[in-house]
Nanobody, 125 residues
Framework: QVQLVESGGGLVQAGDSLRLSCAAS????????MGWFRQAPGKEREFVAG????????YYADSVKGRFTISRDNGKNAVYLQMNSLKPEDTADYYC??????????????????WGQGTQVTVSS
């Protein structure tokens, strides 16, 4: 059973950058697309970014496009989320997730079958 462990969250000011990391256990990491989701206080969890199995295809929520970059290193069983120009509205718990299927482009929660515990990101104004 895969385990996903996020790290890199913290408290930053608006305009700052953070890099989130997600370490995955197991031997099948490269067979799955991966994604990042976030959940702000009082709101539903939402898709942030996704990356294909090879890392060659990435896709983003409109709210983060141009500011966030998702990447992966299959040799290290890791996926990353580089977040630049952070805004107070980016404040949330951020979750790494593994896609259920073998394709790419997954943006719905129910298309992911493994989740990390989350890392908190707080952006002050």
């Amino acid at each position: 059973q895969v385990q996903l462990v996020e790290s890199g969250g913290g408290l930053v000011q608006a305009g700052d950058s953070l890099r989130l990391s997600c370490a995955a256990s197991g031997r099948t990491f490269e067979r799955h697309s991966m994604g990042w989701f976030r959940q702000a206080p009082g709101k539903e969890r939402e898709f942030v970014a996704g990356v294909s199995r090879s890392g060659g295809t990435t896709y983003y929520a409109d709210s983060v496009k141009g500011r966030f970059t998702i990447s992966r290193d299959n040799g290290k069983n890791a996926v990353y989320l580089q977040m630049n120009s952070l805004k107070p509205e980016d404040t949330a718990d951020y979750y790494c997730a593994r896609a259920r299927g073998l394709g790419t482009g997954y943006v719905s929660e129910n298309t992911y079958d493994a989740w990390g515990q989350g890392t908190q990101v707080t952006v002050s104004s």
